[in-house]
């Protein structure tokens, strides 16, 4: 591995021009992972690889003109101190703003890297052409603005946010919100039984804890396995396994986290209060993203829990 500050003339116009490759191939990496939902954006992003390119061929003429035909393989990672751009394909699912801010900070990345070849420098050509690129990486995000208003129109942008919020939903809140049901409600009646049938929170907290841990861990993988995500366009199925189990978990923990205190009685009290609160939270949840009616959503939640919080009681006292 070298220094930057060690590297000739020939070798900083050869990393440049293996830059200006990756860059270019990121972006079509880009365009190619959001063609399907989102074109429009896609096209900027072929624009920017189309740029890319035009920096790729100045600079391999004026090697060619300086070195001869040969281009040694020179890459960031051959350079100590160089952070390497990460894969496209480690940015699943792809989003919009993650691809926007990943070229905000590959464009002034390669903005810096000019700047510092051209203390490296002393020909003049070779200066003149990392000073000119040097601009051009500073003015990027300007083309990539002007891009996104030449070709995403009103009715565009407000398509591609809506194909967006609908993704979150499908591959975000749903899974999400199957988890925090089955947590809130389907632990409600081990934990309460195991409560009033020991009168020990103690207890009560052992049984809720493992009853959550255990409906975390299977509805993750019930939700991993269901649906590998291509046809129904949700999304990668071990993220959506995650989410699901997380919330599964976060669901049955809420309402035994109060058998944490000695006194059976006021751990009891404040049991109940959270499950009031997890039951409305589910509610909004579904009102806010699945476009359900608020007093439905809450009558069938509170009816469901209260349910299934009675069975918990009656079996546990008698």
Not at 107 to 125: G, H, I, K, N
Not at 282 to 298: E, H, L, N
């Amino acid at each position: 591995m070298r220094n930057f500050d060690d590297l000739s003339e020939r070798e900083i116009l050869a990393l440049a021009i293996s830059n200006e490759e990756e860059d270019a191939r990121i972006y079509a990496d880009f365009s190619d992972g959001l063609h399907v939902d989102y074109p429009a954006t896609a096209k900027v992003f072929d624009e920017m690889a189309a740029e890319e390119n035009t920096h790729r061929r100045r600079l391999i003429d004026l090697f060619v003109s300086k070195f001869g035909d040969h281009i040694p393989l020179v890459r960031r990672e051959h350079i100590r101190g160089y952070i390497p751009q990460k894969p496209v394909w480690q940015m699943k699912p792809l989003g919009l703003e993650t691809a926007r801010a990943h070229t905000h900070d590959m464009e002034r990345a390669a903005a810096r890297f000019y700047r510092q070849a051209l203390t490296r420098t002393t020909d003049a050509s070779i200066r003149k052409l990392l000073g000119d690129l040097a601009e051009a990486e500073d003015k990027h995000d300007q083309l990539a603005t002007g891009l996104e208003h030449q070709v995403m129109t009103d009715s565009v942008r407000h398509d591609e946010a809506e194909n967006e919020r609908r993704r979150f939903v499908l591959q975000i809140i749903q899974p999400g919100l199957v988890g925090l049901m089955d947590g809130s409600v389907s632990t409600l009646a081990p934990v309460f039984a195991a409560a009033f049938a020991t009168h020990n929170s103690w207890n009560a907290f052992v049984v809720g804890l493992a009853a959550s841990i255990g409906a975390g861990i299977s509805m993750g993988f019930a939700e991993a396995l269901a649906d590998d995500g291509k046809l129904s366009g949700r999304g990668a199925p071990l993220l959506r396994g995650l989410v699901c189990g997380l919330m599964t978990t976060a669901g049955g923990i809420g309402h035994t986290l109060p058998f944490l205190i000695p006194a059976f009685y006021t751990a009891m009290v404040v049991a109940f209060v959270v499950v009031v609160f997890e039951l409305l939270a589910i509610s909004y949840v579904q009102w806010r993203y699945m476009d359900t009616p608020p007093v439905s959503a809450a009558a069938k939640v509170m009816l469901g829990g209260a349910l299934v919080l009675a069975a918990g009681i009656l079996i546990g006292s008698s």
